[in-house]
């Protein structure tokens, strides 16, 4: 059990622990993660660095996304 948010830190509420992120923070992975698929639709082929060079989505999100195999 997680008792705190992965990105930023805060003390998750008791309902949330379940969770690996806050929902504050979910909210903001979400629309990021939809301006990536975005992005990618536009330009498939794109590496991380042409992602972290085009875009203002934080490179940490990026990467768990990656780890997570979502990207």
């Known amino acids: ?4 948010c992965e990105i930023c830190h805060s003390l998750l509420k ?4 379940q969770q ?7 909210e903001i992975e979400r ?3 939809q301006k ?3 992005y990618l639709i536009k330009k498939p082929k794109a ?3 042409d992602i972290k060079a085009d875009t203002t989505i934080s490179m940490d999100l ?5 780890r997570q195999k979502r990207i």
């Open 47 to 49: 590496t991380i660095l």
């Open 14 to 17: 008791a309902a949330d622990r």
């Open 36 to 38: 990536l698929k975005r």
């Open 62 to 66: 990026v990467q768990r996304w990656k």
């Open 1 to 4: 059990m997680q008792l705190n």
């Open 20 to 26: 690996e992120i806050c929902k504050d923070c979910s």
């Open 31 to 33: 629309t990021e993660f």
